[in-house]
């Protein structure tokens, strides 16, 4: 019988006590590791994990990689950062499944969950989330740009509170600033913004700021940006940073 399986683990945010039991015990049943660079470097070597590590913008290459490596009776690990279902990993493999051979869909598959970016990032701070909400990529290696603000001027006017991913890059160092003046159109000036870089990674930053002054900051590609929606609130405290939540009521 072929013993052959692919399991694909979210590593959490960084820390490694965020990992959950469950993912730690799957990367140690693994004999293959598969991820990007910086994932793939996250998890300690071992005797008997062979790792393959690429770059970013090979997913479904990844994922196919994978899939053969189990039905030759491999057991897989396939790792993402935060949670493998956002925007990252298992769709890329459930993907590679859909128009791939066909014996692989007969695979053993599991996915297992981790704490994504938002979640780490508001928890850090309260409770941002703590009403309806949404999250969206702000890339647009994968989806056209029009498709983007599309959602986003959806997602404002139906006032969610909005994490993006993916905010800014080299190649793409407009689309936030556009991303949060479509935001003014809908929100005023004083909405709660985060900024939440690296979240529990050494080099942590968090700031929270206005959205006219959010309009002005900077980020990168580590960093989560939460808008809050017309509800969220900000409870200043004289030492540290402020408490953001938004209710879970919201007025009739």
Not at 28 to 56: C, K, M, T, W
Not at 76 to 98: C, H, L, N, R
Not at 206 to 216: M, Q, W
């Amino acid at each position: 019988m072929n013993r052959g399986s692919v399991t694909v683990i979210g590593l959490g945010p960084g820390d490694p006590r965020l990992l959950t039991q469950a993912a730690s015990e799957a990367l140690a049943q693994a004999e293959d590791l598969i991820g990007y660079f910086p994932y793939v470097a996250r998890v300690p070597e071992r005797e008997g994990l062979v790792r393959h590590a690429s770059d970013n913008r090979v997913e479904v290459d990844r994922a196919r990689h994978a899939l053969q490596l189990a039905a030759s009776g491999r057991r897989v690990a396939v790792v993402s950062g935060g949670d493998p279902g956002v925007f990252a990993m298992a769709a890329a493999v459930f993907e590679a499944v859909e128009h791939g051979e066909p014996g692989w869909r007969e695979l053993d598959i599991t996915v297992e969950p981790g704490i994504t970016a938002m979640l780490a990032a508001a928890a850090r701070l309260g409770a941002p989330l703590g009403g309806d909400f949404c999250s969206l990529s702000l890339s647009d290696n994968l989806k056209p740009w029009e498709i983007i603000t599309a959602r986003l001027k959806a997602v404002f006017q139906a006032d969610f509170v909005v994490a993006l991913y993916n905010p800014i890059s080299s190649a793409r160092p407009w689309q936030l600033g556009h991303a949060l003046g479509l935001a003014a159109e809908f929100r005023t000036g004083s909405t709660p913004v985060i900024f939440a870089r690296s979240v529990s990674r050494p080099d942590e930053a968090i700031r929270v700021l206005t959205l006219d002054e959010a309009r002005e900051a900077t980020a990168d590609m580590a960093t989560v940006v939460i808008i809050g929606a017309s509800g969220t609130r900000l409870i200043a405290r004289e030492a540290g940073a402020p408490f953001v939540y938004t209710p879970r009521s919201v007025p009739g």
